[in-house]
C-alpha cells in the first residue's frame, strides 16, 4: 500500500501550500490514524468485557469484589511455610498456596537443571554405555505427558510404601506411605556463631580467588582456587562448630497414635510433584545443553589441545562458556514451563496455588471472577521475573565483542 | 485487514452484550429439547451410571422428573458429571440448567452465590468412615490423625470446625473427587475418610474391602442436599421446586408408578389434583397439564426413587430414617398441591 502513496502526487508537481496530497495519504498519518483507531477498538472491546461482566454479576445477584480476602478461611491445608491456621483468613490461603507453589518450582529448577545438564552431557559421552543410557531416559521421560508421569509417581510408586507401623527406618528417618520423616535440626545456643563462620570463609575465598587471578596474569602460575575455596567454606565452620561444642540438637520422628511426631516429614504429594517435574524438564533440558555444546566449532576445542590446556579445563573455560550462549535462552523457557506445569499438582492433591486458591477458597467463597484473575496474575508475575532473571543472566553471559 | 478486525471487534462485543440478557430457562429447554443436568462423576446410590451406561441415582431421578414435567420424557437429559469445585461455576455460567448433586443448602451459596436451593431431596450429615482394626469408637480418638477429604466441600469445613472446636489436631489431604479421597483412605494414604455418610456408604462398597471399614458414630453436621437452579428465573425456580413437592405428594397419596393410570379415575380430590386430573394443573408453571402425573408415570413416587437408590431395593439399603415422610417420624413434607 505504502509503495502507491509517492505516485500519487507526481513527481516534480509543486507542493504549494494547498497541496494534493490529503492527510490520509500521507503514511505517516495514515499509521497514526489506524494506531490510534485500533487503540480505541480494543479499548472499547476490553471496557465492554469489564462492564458487561459486572452488570451481569449484579443482575444475577453474584456478590463481588475483594472483601472475601479478609473472611475467614476456616479449612485446613497440610503444608504451609508460614503460620496457618483454619482461623486464618482467605488472604492468607493466597499466600500459603503461592509459597507452596513456589516451592515446588524452585526445587523443581535446581533439579531439573543438574538433572538436565548431567544427561545432555552424559548423551554427548564417548562412552558408548553411558551415551545410550541417558538417550533412553531422555526418550522416555520426554515423550510420556507430565500428568500420567505425576499419576504414576504418586499411585503407583509411592502408594506401595508400607504403612507408619511397619516404616523403612534408616539413619533415625522413617519411611512411610505418609512420606518421609526425618530428624528435625535443633538450634542451641552457638550456633550463631557457626552461621558468622561460614560468611567470613564466603567473603575469605572471594578474596583468595581474586589474589590467585592477579597471580596468574602476573606471573602465570595456577593457584587451586577451587579446591582452597571449598575446604575454606566446608572446613571453617564445621571447626567453629566443634570448638562450640556441637550447638545442635535433633528432634527425631516418633510414632505417636497414628502419625509420627516431631522431626520434619515431607509429603508424598510434594514428593511425586518433585520427581515428575524433575525428571520431565530435565530431559527438555539435556536437550538443551547437547544441542549448545554442539554449537560450539570443533576449532576451538583443537586450538585448546594445540595450546596443551587438559581436558576438564577445555570443559570449563572453552566449551562451557560458549555453549551457555546457546543454552540459556532455550533454558528460560523450561523453567517458565516447569513453574505453570507445577499447577498440575491439584490432581495428587499437593496443596499449591492452584489446589488451595484457585480451588477451595474459589470454591467456598463462589468469587471465580476474582479467585481466577488473581491466580493467572501470580503465574504472570512468576513467569515475568524468572524471564527477567534470565535475560540479566544472559545479557552477562553473552559473549563480550571488542 | 483493517476491516477484518473492527468486523471481529464488532461482532464479539455484540456478542459479549447478549450474554445480558439471558432468555427464560424454561424456553431455553424447550427449544433445545433437552435438560441439561449437572451430577456427580460418580457417588453410588446418588448419580453414577450403570453397566449400560444409563445414569441411575436419587440426584438423577430429580433431572428425569424436571425433565418429564418440561419435555414430557424423563429420558430427554444430558448429564454433565462435575466435580465439586466447578459445579457453582457451570450453573452461573449456563452450562447446565440444573445442578443435583448432592449439594449441600447453606446460606453463603444460597445468598451469594447468585443461585437458589429449590428444596430438599435428602437429608444428609457429616461421618467419618475408618479401618476396623483400629478400634476407634469416636471422632475424639482421631488426634493426631490424617484425614482424606474432598475440596470444594461444607465437609472440608465442617472437619476443620469440629476438630478445632475439640482441640484435636488433624492433617488433611484433600483431593479434587470424592472417589479419588476414598480410594487415597483405602490405599493407607490416611486414617479416616471423611464425607457425608449416605456417600461414604456408597463409596465404602466399592472399597477392597468394605467390610473392614466402618463408620464411626459421631454425626458431624447438618447437610441438606438438594437441586440448585440459577436465582432470578422464578418460573424455573418453581418447575424444579414442584417436581420434588409432586414426588413427595404422590408418596403421601400412595400413587406410584404402577398405579398412576388407575389412580386418574379416583375419587379423591387431592389425587385428582395430584395427576392434573382437576385443580390448578400446569397454568401457573407454564408446562402441559399432566406434569406431575408425567413424573409419577416415568419417574415414580419419592419412596420408589428412595427405595431403588439408596434405600432397602439398592446395595447401600439406607434406612429412611429422618428422610421419611412427615406423618412416618421424618422430616420430608410437602406443601399441598391445590
Known amino acids: 500500500m505504502s509503495e502507491d502513496t509517492p505516485k500519487a502526487d507526481k513527481p516534480g508537481s509543486s507542493r504549494a501550500p494547498s497541496s494534493e496530497t490529503r492527510f490520509w495519504n500521507d503514511p505517516a498519518k495514515r499509521a497514526l490514524i ?15 468485557i469489564v462492564s458487561n461482566t459486572l452488570n451481569n454479576l449484579e443482575t444475577r445477584g453474584i456478590t463481588t469484589g475483594f472483601g472475601f480476602l479478609t473472611d475467614e478461611a476456616g479449612f485446613s491445608i497440610p503444608l504451609s511455610l508460614i503460620d496457618y491456621t483454619a482461623a486464618d483468613s482467605y488472604g492468607r490461603t493466597f499466600i500459603v498456596g503461592l509459597l507452596n507453589t513456589i516451592l515446588v518450582s524452585v526445587l523443581g529448577i535446581i ?13 554427548l559421552s564417548d562412552n558408548w554405555m553411558i551415551a545410550k543410557l541417558s538417550t533412553i531416559y531422555i526418550e522416555i521421560f520426554r515423550n510420556i505427558p507430565l500428568l500420567l508421569q505425576m499419576f504414576f509417581w504418586y499411585f503407583a510408586v509411592l502408594r506401595s510404601l508400607p504403612s507408619p507401623r511397619q516404616s523403612i527406618e534408616f539413619l533415625g528417618s522413617f519411611l512411610n506411605v505418609r512420606g518421609l520423616s526425618v530428624p528435625r535440626p535443633v538450634a542451641e545456643e552457638g550456633l550463631g556463631m557457626v552461621f558468622w563462620a561460614f560468611v567470613v570463609a564466603i567473603v575469605l575465598s572471594l578474596i583468595l580467588v581474586r589474589w590467585a587471578h592477579r597471580r596468574q596474569d602476573a606471573t602465570g602460575q595456577i593457584f587451586p582456587s577451587g579446591w582452597a575455596s571449598t575446604g ?14 556441637a550447638p545442635l540438637s535433633l528432634d527425631a520422628p516418633q510414632l505417636r497414635g497414628f502419625n509420627f511426631t516431631g522431626g520434619m516429614t515431607l509429603m508424598p504429594e510434594l514428593v511425586a510433584l518433585w520427581l515428575a517435574l524433575t525428571i520431565y524438564t530435565s530431559t527438555f533440558i539435556a536437550e538443551t545443553v547437547r544441542g549448545g555444546i554442539l554449537a560450539v566449532p570443533k576449532g576451538q576445542l583443537e586450538a585448546a589441545s594445540a595450546l596443551g590446556l587438559p581436558k576438564t579445563r577445555t570443559l570449563r573455560l572453552i566449551v562451557i562458556p560458549q555453549a551457555m550462549r ?35 477458597t474459589l470454591n467456598q467463597t463462589g468469587q471465580a471472577i476474582e479467585v481466577i484473575s488473581m491466580t493467572m496474575a501470580v503465574y504472570l508475575t512468576l513467569s515475568l521475573l524468572t524471564s527477567l532473571f534470565m535475560n540479566w543472566y544472559n545479557k552477562r553471559m553473552a559473549l563480550v565483542e571488542r | 485487514m483493517m476491516k477484518k478486525a473492527l468486523a471481529t471487534a464488532i ?13 427464560g430457562t424454561l424456553e431455553a429447554v424447550k427449544a433445545r429439547g433437552v435438560l441439561h443436568c449437572g451430577v456427580t462423576s460418580g457417588v453410588p446410590g446418588f448419580s453414577v451410571p450403570d453397566e449400560q451406561g444409563n445414569w441411575k441415582g436419587l440426584d438423577v431421578d430429580v433431572c428425569r422428573s424436571v425433565a418429564a414435567a418440561t419435555l414430557g420424557d424423563a429420558t430427554k437429559v444430558k448429564y454433565i ?27 453463603t451459596r444460597d445468598t451469594q452465590l447468585g443461585l437458589n436451593f429449590t428444596g430438599v431431596t435428602y437429608y444428609d450429615g457429616q461421618g467419618f468412615l475408618v479401618k476396623k482394626d483400629l478400634g476407634l469408637t469416636s471422632v475424639k480418638e482421631l488426634d493426631g490423625a490424617t484425614v482424606c477429604v474432598q475440596s470444594g466441600t461444607t465437609t472440608e469445613l465442617n ?22 479421597a476414598a480410594s487415597s483412605f483405602d490405599t493407607g494414604r490416611c486414617d479416616s475418610f471423611t464425607t457425608d455418610l449416605s456417600q461414604a456408604y456408597g463409596l465404602r462398597t466399592r472399597m477392597s474391602d468394605p467390610d473392614a471399614v466402618v463408620a464411626l458414630p459421631e454425626v458431624i453436621s447438618k447437610e441438606p442436599l438438594g437441586p440448585v437452579v440459577r436465582q432470578g428465573d422464578d418460573q424455573w425456580f418453581n418447575i424444579v421446586k414442584w417436581s420434588l413437592f409432586a414426588m413427595l405428594n404422590a408418596e403421601e397419596l400412595g400413587v406410584t408408578s404402577a398405579n398412576a393410570d388407575e389412580m386418574k379415575s379416583s375419587e379423591n380430590p387431592n389425587i385428582k389434583r395430584l395427576l392434573g386430573v382437576d385443580g390448578p394443573k400446569g397454568k401457573g408453571l407454564d408446562i402441559a397439564d399432566d406434569w406431575s402425573y408425567q413424573i409419577i408415570k416415568q419417574v415414580g413416587n419419592y419412596a420408589e426413587s428412595f427405595d431403588r437408590n439408596v434405600g432397602k431395593d439398592s446395595a447401600l439399603k439406607i434406612d429412611r430414617g429422618i428422610n421419611a415422610l ?7 413434607y410437602a406443601p399441598p398441591m391445590r
Open chain 2, 11 to 23: 461482532v464479539m462485543s455484540t456478542a459479549i452484550s447478549g450474554l445480558a440478557a439471558a432468555e
Open chain 2, 326 to 332: 412427615w406423618n412416618q417420624g421424618g422430616f420430608q
Open chain 1, 111 to 123: 533439579a531439573a537443571t543438574l538433572l538436565g545438564f548431567v544427561m545432555g552431557v552424559a548423551r
Open chain 1, 34 to 48: 489506524f494506531q490510534a483507531l485500533l487503540i480505541g477498538i480494543i479499548g472499547f472491546f476490553l471496557f465492554s
Open chain 2, 81 to 107: 458429571p462435575l466435580t465439586a469445585k466447578e459445579r457453582f461455576t457451570a450453573l452461573q455460567s449456563g452450562e447446565i440448567d440444573v445442578l443435583s448433586r448432592v449439594t449441600t443448602w447453606t446460606q
Open chain 2, 159 to 180: 472437619l476443620s470446625d469440629y476438630f478445632r472446636a475439640n482441640g484435636i489436631t488433624f492433617t488433611p489431604v484433600v483431593f479434587d473427587t470424592n472417589e479419588q
Open chain 1, 232 to 245: 575454606l567454606i566446608l572446613g571453617l565452620p564445621l571447626l567453629t562448630f566443634v570448638i562450640m561444642g
Open chain 1, 326 to 360: 546457546v543454552i540459556i535462552p532455550p533454558l528460560t523457557s523450561q523453567y517458565l514451563n516447569l513453574t505453570k506445569n507445577s499447577s498440575l499438582a491439584t490432581a495428587i492433591g499437593y496443596p499449591d496455588l492452584v489446589s488451595v486458591f484457585a480451588g477451595t
